[in-house]
Each structure stands twice: as structure tokens, then as C-alpha cells.
């Protein structure tokens, strides 16, 4: 018994781990000592040293540490010199131990510097970012605005200077035509053309773009002569030195008039308006955003508290001529013109408001069509201002408008004789004396006033006149002014010096029936020939009266007559009372009776005649030429550089916005039928909203 109890508590002590003795003397019951875990401390140590190996690997490999930046962050850190970051570095951190002493205080100050840039930089730009954002918050209200004021100052309240103003109203055509009546070009979008949106520019996109211009040439190329086709002008015609001289100190004279009047600032303000300063600064601020709404109520409650401050109803009068821009509103322009008005009648407003708001005024009566009521105004600010030069010169204009040359002529005599170098003047009394055929005489005005780059003299009309003077007095040099113009961006080229343009149609001096697509008006007129003939003949001999001498002055000599059926898109009066079959012809193709920018016409023309070289006004008519009595030889038409000859029962076309002069030396008289039909390539809404001509 005794030994099978042995032996039973023999097998349980068997069945118990015994225990280890490990080197520091202490034992363990655990598995170790048979068939557990045999790792050490030290195997644990040398498998986290292998993680930390491969790890370090794996991110210098795949670069997931920018080290660079991590030394050059800890490098602010560096108190020893060495360059690095180390344990030395950490006992001065954390307090363990003094720094050391590492050159002058003068070296130590420049070695810190770097550190403390970039904190500086890092803090500046929220700064810079809020003035930008800031500043970005009024961009389309100071584009609609219609001048930016100088800044303000707490000195004194400068408000804007009209002579400076860019309302979109001036960018308006402001000049006059050989008949002195402004006309106006819509825009030729195909959408709707809203009423007083016009272009300003005549020049045109189909100019060819790929020819490379030849060398100038030293000389002006010679204009065309009577007897012979003429070589087309090329390249850019170059000057003579004193005309390069010449424009390049009118160019300086001119920077430096603007830069005069820019830096004389007009003063508005009397005493009662600088006692109210805060108030006129704070609507005209609004005014200068843009929000019109705004600025015009505050203006309008400036004038109720306090109605004799001559600078609140201005700038009241400023926001209602913006805000009718923005409205396209003449209701509330003719508020602006009364409020204008009003302002320059209080009794205390400056000369240089009462100049302003006058000034403004007749523009703005002048835009409106009020020619007379402009001219009234003009007349007012030279009793007030009897020396100044420019409102003389602006009622020239006015003189001009209302058709009335003699007076104009008068008013630039009066300014030549006190300012016998003023450019405008003298532009506009060439001007004048041309429309009176003093050729030869107005040639020095026209010319030494477009010398003198003075504003208001840069304008096409003069270009044109101009070199049309110049032609006729048989001066070459024409090619150089109207090179010049073409330049300038008045005309399309040197060749088509229309002034009256739609931009991007296709411009070429002679077209083809297919190109123009009118083919069936064509050949309606080639098939009906002779009974358009007849008619006309019968009119010749019973009623001759009817045909009218050629009025535009494009005759050298010889006689040219005229019977015109439509005109601007009208029948003219009873005319087609004498020719009605023709008439009862044309009334099928509204492509030619309803283009508001030419005629239908019969032209006579007798033996013995030159038209000078002339262009027509404008790029959106084509011509057609039907030959009806054609002697032969010598009656021919010139283009450009290609002249070609009529013949009976044939249809030529061109555009006569290019360049032509016709001779007639044939021993008889020559009659055609002429046809203007609208440009191919005009929108029908064009068609409708273009301007008469």
C-alpha cells in the first residue's frame, strides 16, 4: 500500500516543471526549462534592432521622410555650431547645461537672422492676402463706374475731373461728316442691336493677314494717274525724316498737354461743400463703385438738406448721366442734362464746376440730338469764359452739327488769330474750306493740324480729306496720309477708306454674280436690258429735268447726271412715275430696294468726263453697274489697280467702298443703270438696324 502511495506521488511531481536556476541566481517555475519559449531579453533586443533596421531602409527608400526639411527645422535648434542637432544640443534645452559662447554678438545677431525671416514672412502673408481679397471685392462695380477717382485725402475732396471723364457716352462718334451731320454705326451682332450702340472704329477683320510687307519704301507711292492703272500701294509707306520728326514732337507735345491737365485737379468745392465733405466723400464713393442706385439716392438726400451746394447736385447730375448708360435710358439722361443745368446756376459754384457741368451738359444735349440747345449752352460757358480756347473750338463743332459752315469758319478764324498753333482748329478749318472747294488752301490746315497729334485731331475724316485734296492738286504724298490713317486703324487699308463700317466682312474690290449670291437679280437685269433702256431714253427726251447734276463735287470736269429711283431704302418722291416698268422689275428683290446704304439710279455721263479717285462711305453695300448705252472706245472704271470697260446688257459689281475713278472720253454720252445691293454676308437684323446712308 505504502509503495503504490510513493509511487502516485512520485508520477505527480514528475507531472510539475521543475524549477531553473538561471545566471543571477534566481529561479523559475516556468515552461522555459522544458518545452516553452527559449527567447531571451537579448533575442527580443536583436529582432526590434532588425525591425528598426529594415524600417529605416524602407523610408529612405521610398522617401517617406523629407530628412531635408527635418535637419533644417532642428538646425534652429543648434546651440553648439556643430551643425546638427544632437544630445548636447537637448542638455541646453532642457536646461542641463549652459550654452556655449560662439563668436561676437555682432556674428551671433547675424546668425540668427535667417531663423527669424521666416517667421516673419509666414506672418505677413495673411496680410497680404486679405488687402488682396479686398481689393478684388469691387472689380465689376469699378468697371461699371465711370471714373475712378483719385484717391482720397483728409487734406481736401478731389473729385474727378471731367476733362479726364470715360463715360461710355464719349466713346460715341463725336465727329462730323462732309454734310456736317454725325452719323452713327451700330454693333453688327447678330442679336438684337439695342438703340445707341455704335461702333467706333472702322477698321476691318478680312484684311488679308498672311502677305508679308515689303521694305518701306523711301518715298510715298505714287497715286494713280488719269491715262494709266496704277501700281497698289505695298507695305508701309515710310516718311520723310522731317515728317518722323514732326510727328514724334507732336506726339511729345501731346503726352505732355495730358500730362498737364492730368496734374491740374479741378477744385469743386466752396465753403458750404467742405462742411459737408464727409457726406459728398461717401456718395461719391458709391458713385465710384458703381452702385448707382445708391450713390444717386444719397446725391438727391445731400440736395434736399442742403440745396445750395452747388457739388451735391453735380454730383447728383453725375450719377443720373451713369445711371442712364447703365439703363440705356434717354428719360433719365434728360434729368442728367436739367440736373447739369441747375448745378452750375447756383450762385456760389466754382469756375471750375460751372466749366464742368456745362461742359458736360452740351455733350450730353449734343448726344441726345439737342444741337441747338448744346450750342445755347456752349455760347453761355464763353460768356463766362471768353479766353478759353477749347470751348471755343467745341462751339465750332456745335456750328458744324447744326450744318452751319459759315459760322464754324468764323469761330476758327477767332481761335487761328489768338492761337494760330492750335491742331484742332486748324483740322477743322481745312475742313471747312475743302467743302468749299478751296482745294489747294485747305491743304496746310489739314495737314499741320493732323502734324500736330493735338486730341481731337487723330480722326479718319481728316485723313480722308486730306489725301483727297492732295490727289487733286496731283501731290503723290495722298498714299503716305492715307497709309498713315490706315495705320491708325481708320481705314481698312490703304485701297478702302471707308468711314461708315461693319467689321469682318469680306472685302474685295470686284466680285462675281455667284460670289455676291444675288445670281437672279442679275439675271433679271442682263434679261430685261433694253426695257430698262428704253424707259430711261424716253425720260432723257421728254423730261430731262429729271436727271440732276452730280452734287458731291467728284468731277474734275465734264458733265454728270443722275436719276435716282430709291434712296436709303425709299422710293424717291414720284420718280418711278417715268420709268415703271423698271421699277415694277426692282420691286422683287428687296436685297437692293431696301438697302438703307445705297441707291438705285440711272447716271448719265457726257463726253469730256473725269471723276476724281474716290471711295464710297461705307463696306456694307455692293454696286452693280448695268451697261445701257456704252460707246466704244473710252469709257472705262478703274478699281484699285484693275480697270475694265462696260458693255451693253452686262452686269459689272464692285465694292465702292475701294478705291475708283472713272474716265468718259468716248464721242458720245454713256448711260448705265445703277444697282447698290446690300454686303452678302449682313445678318437680316443688321440689314434692319443699320443707320441710313
Known amino acids: 500500500m505504502a509503495h503504490r502511495k510513493n509511487s502516485k506521488s512520485n508520477s505527480k511531481k514528475e507531472g510539475k516543471t521543475a524549477p531553473v536556476e538561471h545566471k543571477n541566481g534566481k529561479r523559475s517555475d516556468g515552461p522555459a526549462a522544458e518545452g516553452g519559449p527559449r527567447f531571451s531579453m537579448f533575442s527580443w533586443f536583436v529582432v526590434l534592432a532588425l525591425l528598426g533596421v529594415w524600417s529605416s531602409v524602407a523610408v529612405l527608400y521610398f522617401d517617406i521622410v523629407d530628412y531635408d526639411s527635418v535637419v533644417g527645422k532642428l538646425a534652429a535648434y543648434d546651440t553648439d555650431g556643430d551643425g546638427d542637432f544632437d544630445a548636447e544640443d537637448a542638455k541646453v534645452l532642457l536646461g542641463l547645461k549652459q550654452p556655449e559662447e560662439r563668436g ?176 459728398l466723400d461717401a456718395a461719391e464713393k458709391l458713385r465710384k463703385k458703381g452702385k448707382l442706385d445708391e450713390a444717386l439716392k444719397a446725391f438727391d438726400s445731400l440736395v434736399r438738406r442742403h440745396p445750395q451746394s452747388p457739388r451735391a447736385r453735380y454730383g447728383k447730375a453725375q450719377a443720373e448721366d451713369d445711371l442712364a448708360e447703365k439703363l440705356r435710358s434717354n428719360e433719365l439722361l434728360q434729368r442728367a442734362i436739367a440736373t447739369y443745368g441747375e448745378a452750375a446756376e447756383l450762385p456760389d459754384a466754382t469756375p471750375d464746376l460751372l466749366r464742368a457741368a456745362l461742359r458736360r451738359r452740351a455733350e450730353r444735349q449734343q448726344f441726345l440730338g439737342r444741337m441747338r440747345g448744346s450750342l445755347a449752352t456752349l455760347q453761355r460757358l464763353l460768356e463766362v469764359f471768353p479766353d478759353d480756347v477749347g470751348l471755343r473750338n467745341d462751339l465750332g463743332v456745335a456750328h458744324l452739327l447744326l450744318g452751319d459752315n459759315k459760322g464754324a469758319k468764323r469761330i476758327y478764324q477767332q481761335v487761328l488769330a489768338v492761337a494760330p498753333s492750335n491742331g484742332f482748329a486748324k483740322v477743322h478749318y481745312g475742313f471747312i474750306l475743302k467743302a468749299e472747294n478751296q482745294i489747294a488752301e485747305s491743304i496746310p490746315y489739314l495737314k499741320e493740324g493732323l502734324e500736330s497729334g493735338e486730341p481731337g485731331t487723330d480722326d479718319g475724316r481728316f485723313y480722308f480729306h486730306l489725301g483727297d485734296a492732295l490727289q487733286r492738286v496731283g501731290d503723290d504724298s495722298a498714299y503716305f496720309w492715307y497709309e498713315l490713317g490706315h495705320q491708325r486703324g481708320h481705314f481698312a487699308s490703304v485701297w478702302q477708306r471707308s468711314l461708315y463700317n461693319v467689321e469682318g466682312l469680306k472685302a474685295q474690290p470686284w466680285w462675281t454674280p455667284q460670289e455676291t449670291g444675288y445670281t437672279d437679280l ?142 468718259q472720253e468716248a464721242a458720245s454720252y454713256r448711260l448705265i443703270f445703277i444697282v447698290d445691293v446690300w454686303h452678302p454676308e449682313l445678318t437680316q437684323n443688321q440689314r434692319q438696324n443699320l443707320s441710313p446712308i
Open 104 to 279: 561676437s554678438p555682432e556674428q551671433r545677431t547675424e546668425t540668427s537672422q535667417p531663423v527669424a525671416e521666416p517667421s516673419t514672412q509666414r506672418a505677413a502673408e495673411p496680410l497680404e492676402e486679405e488687402t488682396a481679397a479686398s481689393g478684388s471685392q469691387d472689380v465689376e462695380s469699378d468697371i461699371q463706374a465711370a471714373v475712378p477717382l483719385p484717391p482720397f485725402e483728409d487734406s481736401a475732396f478731389v473729385p474727378d475731373d471731367p476733362r479726364e471723364d470715360g463715360h461710355p457716352y464719349e466713346e460715341e462718334t463725336n465727329t462730323i461728316d462732309t454734310t456736317g451731320v454725325l452719323l452713327e454705326e451700330p454693333q453688327p451682332d447678330d442679336s438684337e442691336v439695342e438703340p445707341g450702340r455704335y461702333l467706333t472704329s472702322s477698321r476691318l477683320s478680312q484684311e488679308p493677314e498672311a502677305e508679308e510687307r515689303p521694305e518701306p519704301a523711301p518715298e510715298p507711292t505714287p497715286g494713280p494717274q488719269p491715262s494709266a492703272e496704277p501700281e497698289p500701294p505695298t507695305g508701309t509707306v515710310a516718311p520723310p525724316e522731317s515728317r518722323q520728326e514732326a510727328e514724334g514732337a507732336a506726339e511729345n507735345r501731346a503726352e505732355a498737354s495730358k500730362e498737364k491737365e492730368k496734374k491740374k485737379k479741378p477744385k469743386l468745392l466752396n465753403k458750404l461743400d467742405r462742411t459737408i465733405k464727409p457726406d
Open 522 to 663: 442679275v439675271k433679271m437685269l442682263e434679261r430685261n436690258w433694253r426695257t430698262i433702256r428704253d424707259e430711261a431714253l424716253a425720260v432723257m427726251d421728254q423730261s430731262r429735268g429729271r436727271f440732276l447734276p452730280e452734287e458731291e463735287n467728284l468731277r474734275e470736269k465734264g458733265e454728270w447726271g443722275q436719276y435716282t429711283l430709291w434712296q436709303q431704302g425709299k422710293r424717291a418722291g414720284n420718280a418711278c412715275q417715268g420709268v415703271p416698268k423698271t421699277c415694277a422689275l426692282m420691286e422683287r428683290f428687296p436685297e437692293a430696294t431696301g438697302c438703307k446704304r445705297g441707291q438705285i439710279k440711272f447716271s448719265v455721263m457726257q463726253p469730256g468726263t473725269h471723276v476724281w479717285p474716290h471711295t464710297g462711305p461705307t463696306n456694307c453695300r455692293l454696286r452693280m453697274h448695268l451697261g445701257l448705252v456704252v460707246p466704244r472706245p473710252g469709257c472705262r472704271i478703274r478699281c484699285t489697280n484693275q480697270t475694265r470697260e462696260w458693255q451693253e446688257g452686262k452686269v459689272l459689281i464692285f465694292d465702292d467702298s475701294f478705291e475708283h475713278e472713272v474716265w
